[in-house]
């Protein structure tokens, strides 16, 4: 079966299949993808499926079927895949911004030349896209940043940045799960734990989600922690 224009399958080692529909970051694109992994999912064969921003690594067991058989079969999945039919959830984040949860908010404030209380509003104002999760686990990147506030990222990456940052770099958002390095702005820190490895579900956010974020303040964040530390969900799925 020939692959469908402007698609590309490409063999990823002996037991995966990259399914690229495009090179851009693209609300179209990551659509599809998106699409793609909810038609495949449950089949035969494929082991999991991992969306990006614009292609899907399909895993599949080499004992049972062939690249060229899964191939196949993804082109089948494409020609009935449907975008846009699985209705996804949308989270609001609590987020305590500025002071020591978001350590960069004046000076990229400043870079823009306007005040940290305007930068606040106009990042927490878009209903953001979770594109896709990677890098570590629950690390969630998000579509939908006002362009106005884009930033390139750090020149010097810091070696440590504590849990559940809120932070943008270029013209992505992120919400962070874990300690971790990062080059990132840190506008602030959600009590979330987007991740964690004794709960169910494991992760809370999935590629699909929408994402609103809530200001709140410093003193509400401590109380917050402690309940999120305990295993209890303080992000809220609200109405589209």
Do not use: K
């Amino acid at each position: 079966m020939s692959e469908p224009p402007g698609i590309r399958f490409l063999p990823s080692g002996d037991a995966a299949l990259v399914v690229e529909f495009g090179d851009t970051v693209d609300p179209a694109l990551n659509a599809a993808v998106l699409a793609l992994d909810t038609a495949l999912a449950g089949q035969p064969g494929i082991v999991e499926a991992i969306p990006t921003y614009r292609s899907l690594l399909v895993h599949y067991d080499p004992l049972t079927t062939s690249f060229a058989q899964i191939t196949e079969r993804v082109c089948a999945s494409l020609a009935s895949a449907r975008q846009e039919t699985e209705v996804y959830r949308t989270w609001r984040i609590p987020v305590a911004y500025g002071g020591e949860n978001g350590i960069d908010l004046e000076a990229t404030a400043a870079t823009h030349a306007i005040s940290p209380d305007e930068l606040v509003r106009r990042h927490a104002a878009p209903t953001y896209q979770v594109y896709m999760l990677g890098f570590l686990p629950g690390f969630a990147y998000l579509g939908g940043l006002d362009p106005s506030i884009a930033i390139p990222r750090r020149t010097n990456p810091r070696l440590t940045t504590p849990p559940g940052t809120i932070s943008i770099g270029g013209v992505q958002a992120l919400v962070a799960s874990i300690e971790a390095p990062s080059g990132w702005h840190l506008l602030g820190r959600t009590p979330v734990r987007n991740f964690m490895a004794a709960r169910d579900p494991v992760v809370l956010l999935a590629p699909g989600d929408r994402v609103r974020f809530a200001p709140i303040e410093a003193r509400d964040f401590a109380e917050l922690d402690r309940a999120s530390a305990a295993g209890e969900i303080v992000a809220e799925i609200v109405p589209l």
